[in-house]
């Protein structure tokens, strides 16, 4: 029988390995690298099957264990930063529990490629007192997801199953399995006070939970994504997650003795840690983000008393941020190994110094002529503006330079209150995107006009969630699974917060855009402007052609391509000109243009 | 080491297409009976910063990413990332460079660099090197297409594990009708550039 592999996407094999495993409630907010989980499963329109996107991350955990206790397998994901909004559920949640398994899928990203932060959540997990598991590769992901569901519904709580960058976004020939036969959920059970949580009962859950660490940690010595390699070697290498593919690549046809340790879990397996210490002189511990996998063989020397040399990131020799590489965990292994690090590397190109290539805005972004217009509107204004997470924080850059400050999601128009208390002579701007004010937004423009702030809420409405790839959220009036559903309206929500002033402006009309910042510079308390635009990635396709320079017209003055820092403009031959295969026609160029010469 | 084990690291602007080359390629490699293994840029970069994909072709493999010199084929799309990723490619390998520049953007216009003295040093660095004109592509099938261009010109040198026939499957399984059509046309014409 040949076995039909798949060509997937780690994240499409964490997707299909939870319908695979009997999933019925799949929810989650996106985020980068964690998003196509949960596309992938709505894009398998699966009887039985209910997907969401949540509003945000905290949203989707308590639908999500509203499912689990009603005996539902259910899927949360989301991205690590996406954890630290839902962490107040999830911390509860363990003590209370769960009937149905429920898995918190939670990428980390370490680089980071595209995070604010290095966050490690195997540590999240520690402290929590949760499971983890941790995929080193998406084959093992497809299965590991199943192993994730039937834990956390036999210890009864839930578990984390923690990706990174590398594993989500790597694709491999994956060998599809039958699917497993799924319990139906048999529903909510009242119990008296079993699913609600008081502190009377937090001792005794705490008592219990702490137990099922222990017996976790010695029958994770058994899991089979933990795995002991090699013996009679006085020198051992442990890792986990994707660096363990680099530890195997690395030592591939090599003729080296080394005894291996394969670490996908939290609680760390304490008996397989015994064995892999037993008979060793060194360690090196090759893994990511903080150094989970070191500290706990640090602890199990102390236990044993042995007299092995640990090497990592506490000792300094590995780097304590940043990703791995397969190069630089070679060097590391073989310089630990004592073996000869040269690659039949080329020599390095001489010093040609190569440009940078930052990313930009598209061509045809509507927040380039929003920023552009409030640029404008506040010169000689003193002002300061507050950013947020999405596409739009990219206006931070030059020539725009109209974002000045980035927190998390949510933050800007609460940063910009306090900003304001310091420096009330200050104009306080929080541009924020469509889909980030539904998730955390409404909060802080409510606090603005409870307390009285002084603000300008900029909504910048592309009508997607951009940076993670367009997904749709309430303002949009489509579901997950491309349902239409009611459309939540921004204006309608800032009206009922209670703001008191609410514009609504064609982004891409500059005379208008800064017409209407004048005037809300002119007014007190908390403003609103709507700046309503189509993000290019949705327009395109459907676009109204492209525009072009009149060079009889042009008088060469590059106030145009200075200025708006549109990819698809360029200077040449003394004239402005446009790429027209990259041009999106929106036409902000052409307003700028004081000679009529763009059209 | 690994002898049947093809690295193929693909480089470019983000917006040209390295997923969809690598995702084509990889089904190529499958059909013939290969376990395939790589890696994407996705997140912010894809808004037109630096992108590569890595494609492994063969069997054990283990890294997701391919390490400096030991691509055995590097598929350009742009001279500046060519020359950026010149360090992956193994001694003996091959570059197959578009040589049409994309200039990045920084402080109020384009941070120009000189196409031709970055071409130049790619052909002066690499073993094996071809240059596919940007100008061709675009004008026989638009440069929307340049990535499937590259992909026919490298399953016609011959340094990819499966034929230009293959490719030519991998592309119908994704795409049907014109969009099929106009993703082979480009899979010729950059087979063709190899020929003539
Ligand atoms: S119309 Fe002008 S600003 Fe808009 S995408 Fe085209 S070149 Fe860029
Ligand atoms: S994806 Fe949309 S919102 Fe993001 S930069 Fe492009 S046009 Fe702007």
Redesign the interface.
């Known amino acids: 029988m040949t076995m039909r592999k798949k060509l997937l996407m780690g994240n499409e094999a964490i997707g299909l390995g939870a319908l695979r495993a009997g999933v019925s409630m799949v929810c989650g907010y996106p985020g980068t690298p964690s998003s196509e989980v949960l596309e992938t499963i709505a894009g398998e329109r699966a009887e039985g099957v209910y997907v969401e996107w949540s509003v945000n991350e905290k949203s989707a955990m308590e639908v999500g264990a509203g499912a689990a206790i009603a005996g539902a397998r259910a899927l949360v994901t989301m991205k690590q930063v996406g954890l630290n909004v839902a962490s107040d559920p999830l911390m509860s949640l363990n003590y209370v529990g769960v009937k149905g398994g429920m898995v918190v899928m939670t990428a980390d990203d370490p680089g980071p490629i595209s995070s604010q932060t290095e966050q490690d959540t195997r540590h999240f997990g520690r402290y929590a007192k949760l499971a983890v598991f941790d995929p080193s590769s998406p084959e093992e992901a497809y299965t590991m997801i199943a192993d994730a569901f039937e834990c956390s519904e036999k210890i009864g709580r839930p578990v984390l199953f923690r990706p990174t960058t590398r594993v989500c976004h790597s694709y491999a020939s994956v060998a599809m399995l039958d699917p497993m036969p799924r319990a139906t959920a048999e529903g909510f059970k009242k119990d008296g006070g079993r699913w609600v949580i008081f502190p009377r009962l937090a001792c005794a859950n705490h008592i219990k939970i702490e137990e099922g660490l222990t017996t976790l940690a010695d029958e994770f010595s058994d899991y089979r994504g933990n795995e002991l390699y090699g013996g009679g070697s006085r020198r051992g290498v442990a890792s986990g997650g994707v660096s363990w593919s680099y530890v195997r690549e690395a030592l591939s046809g090599s003729d080296t003795e080394c005894k291996l340790l394969k670490v996908a879990t939290v609680p760390f397996p304490a008996r397989l840690g015994e064995k892999f210490i037993e008979g060793l002189e060194s360690i090196l511990v090759v893994e990511e983000l903080d150094p989970v996998i070191e500290s706990e063989l640090i602890s199990l020397r102390g236990k044993l008393g042995a007299k092995v040399e640990i090497r990592g990131k506490l000792s300094g020799d590995m780097p304590n941020a940043g990703e791995n590489t397969p190069g630089d965990v070679r060097n590391a292994v073989f310089r630990f190994l004592g073996k000869d690090a040269k690659a039949a590397v080329r020599p390095s190109e001489s010093a040609l110094k190569l440009p940078a290539r930052p990313p930009v805005l598209c061509a045809g972004c509507p927040h380039r002529a929003s920023f552009y217009a409030v640029k404008e509107a506040t010169k000689g204004r003193k002002a300061v503006f507050s950013g947020d997470i999405g596409c739009y924080t990219l206006g931070n850059a030059m020539p725009l330079d109209m974002v000045d400050t980035c927190l998390c999601m949510g933050a800007g128009i609460t940063m910009a209150q306090g900003l304001h208390r310091v420096e009330p002579d200050t104009v306080n701007f929080a541009f924020i995107g469509d889909s980030t004010f539904f998730h955390t937004g409404i909060p802080g423009v409510l606090n603005a006009v409870y307390n009285g702030a002084d603000i300008i809420v900029s909504v910048l409405d592309n009508s997607t969630t951009a940076m993670t790839g367009g997904q749709p959220h309430p303002g949009t009036g489509v579901t997950a699974t491309g349902r239409v559903t009611r459309k939540a309206d921004i204006y309608g929500v800032l009206s009922a917060l209670g703001a008191d002033d609410i514009q609504r402006v064609d982004a891409f009309d500059l005379s208008a855009s800064k017409f209407a910042v004048k005037r809300a510079m002119s007014l007190p308390g908390v403003k609103a402007i709507i700046f309503s635009g189509e993000c290019a990635a949705l327009s395109r396709g459907k676009k109204n052609g492209s525009c072009s320079i009149d060079t009889d017209k042009c008088a060469g003055c590059a106030v145009c391509v200075k200025n708006l820092g549109c990819p698809a403009l360029a200077m040449e031959n003394g004239h402005a000109s446009i790429d027209e295969a990259a041009c999106a026609g929106c036409g902000v160029c052409g307003q700028l243009c004081g000679f009529g010469a763009i059209a | ?2 002898a049947e084990l093809t690295n193929c690291l693909i480089v470019g ?3 040209q297409g390295t997923i969809l080359a690598s ?1 084509l390629m ?2 190529a490699a ?1 059909s013939v009976g290969l ?16 992108v590569a994909s890595h494609v492994r072709m063969g069997r ?1 493999i ?9 691509a055995d084929v590097i598929l350009a799309f742009e001279p ?2 060519g ?2 990723a ?2 992956w ?3 003996g390998g091959m570059i197959i460079v578009c040589d049409r520049a994309v ?9 120009g ?1 000189d196409a031709a ?2 071409m130049a ?1 790619i052909v002066s ?1 690499a073993d094996r090197v071809r240059v596919l004109s940007g100008e061709y592509i ?1 004008e026989k099938c ?3 297409h340049l990535n499937i261009a590259v992909l026919g010109a490298a399953a016609a040198c011959g340094v990819l594990p499966f034929s230009t026939a293959d490719m030519e499957m991998a592309i119908s399984g994704r795409f049907a009708g014109r969009i099929a059509d106009m993703n082979k046309n480009a899979l010729r014409t950059g087979a063709e550039m190899i020929k003539n």
């Open positions: 080491m690994n602007v983000g917006g995702r990889g089904g499958m376990d395939v293994r790589g890696s994407e840029t996705i997140g912010m970069a894809q808004r037109g910063g630096s054990d283990h890294s997701p990413m391919i390490s400096p010199g030991e500046c990332e020359l950026r010149m360090a490619l193994k001694i200039q990045p953007f920084s402080s109020g216009g384009a941070v660099y003295e970055v040093r660095a675009g638009g440069m929307r």
